[in-house]
């Protein structure tokens, strides 16, 4: 039956059939050529860089790498998965879900393998949210504490490049790249205060006249509204929960300092010369620059960033992609960890 009350013809039926099987086709497709395509651009900037880069002077300055450093710089990154799986914890346990910390860190290790040495969409966080979703049969709230987990995350980046370009403006200022932190950081916290402001929005959705709802959406579309709003609303009641917040925050900022330890003991095992405080203003950057989805693992993202950030504190640019694929080697490492769990079935 149609709205107003008339019978729906097997015409038109099979015309809305048709309709339905060409927007899945197409959906499909589309999926396909994205799957193809982030590969396919981050092996090009890669080549790009490799291309404008002197590869041979890059080559030289990893052939002289201290392996000692390397080794500790592994250690590090080891034990900085613990701060890692105690903020997602602290999430979990905000929304009345209490799993073993050991169970957690075998959860978080897998889904860093599967980023790292899978080439489909399946990433860390998806396999994350997925696998919370099978515990505790509430899919809005596994993925919404992995969503959270990312934005304290970035918060605390850029408020660690804040601080940095704050303690010393007159280095910061030099590059630019003081102005680059800022600029950012003011930005992100714009987009935090429209996330939280949308629930007005949420509100008058949930009042929209059936007979509109029925006219403007199809059935899929109705259904993936209703997921988004039971999402948003999982989001959104985070914002009465600030000591769980603080807490993530505060181990957030102990993650990104210790990785900003990390890459400088990498710096150290190339013979690169930088502060610790350009560090930490250039990871704070290179943090949100990957943080777009544009290639798979952000390949060739994060070395273009690499390049360019570090140009601005200026390092040469052999040095800068040397670091960051050493950087990208040892998070590699790090990750196989998860494969063996993995395999064992930990």
């Given at each position: 039956m149609c709205g107003d009350g008339k019978p729906i013809?097997?015409?038109?039926?099979?015309?809305?059939?048709?309709?339905?099987?060409?927007?899945?086709?197409?959906?499909?497709?589309?999926?396909?050529?994205?799957?193809?395509?982030?590969?396919?651009?981050?092996?090009?900037?890669?080549?790009?860089?490799?291309?404008?880069v002197d590869w041979r002077e890059m080559v030289r300055i990893v052939g002289q790498a201290s392996v000692?450093?390397?080794?500790?710089?592994?250690?590090?990154?080891?034990?900085?998965?613990?701060?890692?799986?105690?903020?997602?914890?602290?999430?979990?346990?905000?929304?009345?879900?209490?799993?073993?910390?050991?169970?957690?860190?075998?959860?978080?290790?897998?889904?860093?393998?599967?980023?790292?040495?899978?080439?489909?969409?399946?990433?860390?966080?998806?396999?994350?949210?997925?696998?919370?979703?099978?515990?505790?049969?509430?899919?809005?709230?596994?993925?919404?504490?992995?969503?959270?987990?990312?934005?304290?995350?970035?918060?605390?980046?850029?408020?660690?490049?804040?601080v940095a370009v704050l303690s010393n403006w007159r280095l910061a200022s030099a590059g630019g790249i003081g102005f680059l932190v800022l600029g950012m950081f003011i930005l992100f916290i714009l987009a935090i205060a429209l996330l939280f402001g949308l629930q007005a929005v949420r509100d008058r959705v949930d009042y929209l006249p059936a007979p509109v709802s029925r006219n403007l959406t199809r059935r899929w579309l109705a259904w993936l509204m209703t997921k988004l709003g039971e999402l948003y609303d999982s989001i959104y009641a985070f914002r009465g929960r600030w000591r769980a917040l603080l807490v993530v925050l505060a181990f957030s900022l102990l993650f990104r300092l210790v990785s900003v330890c990390s890459l400088y003991v990498q710096s150290l095992a190339l013979h690169v010369s930088i502060s610790f405080i350009w560090l930490m203003m250039i990871i704070s950057l290179i943090s949100v620059v990957t943080a777009v989805p544009l290639s798979?693992?952000?390949?060739?993202?994060?070395?273009?960033?690499?390049?360019?950030?570090?140009?601005?504190?200026?390092?040469?640019?052999?040095?800068?992609?040397?670091?960051?694929?050493?950087?990208?080697?040892?998070?590699l490492a790090v990750s196989l960890v998860g494969g063996m769990v993995y395999l064992l079935g930990v």
């Open positions: 013809s097997a015409e038109t039926k099979k015309e809305k059939l048709r309709s339905s099987r060409f927007s899945a086709d197409h959906e499909t497709l589309g999926r396909r050529v994205w799957q193809w395509l982030r590969p396919v651009v981050g092996l090009g900037l890669l080549i790009f860089l490799l291309w404008r000692g450093y390397v080794g500790l710089a592994l250690l590090i990154e080891l034990l900085n998965m613990v701060p890692k799986v105690l903020r997602w914890r602290a999430l979990l346990i905000s929304q009345g879900t209490r799993e073993p910390f050991l169970r957690l860190l075998s959860i978080y290790f897998i889904g860093s393998f599967f980023s790292n040495f899978l080439p489909s969409d399946v990433g860390g966080d998806t396999m994350r949210m997925l696998r919370m979703a099978q515990i505790t049969g509430r899919g809005a709230d596994a993925i919404s504490s992995v969503l959270v987990e990312r934005l304290c995350g970035l918060l605390a980046v850029l408020l660690m490049g804040v798979l693992n952000a390949i060739g993202i994060k070395e273009g960033a690499y390049v360019f950030f570090f140009g601005l504190a200026g390092i040469a640019a052999p040095q800068a992609l040397a670091l960051a694929l050493l950087s990208r080697a040892v998070t």
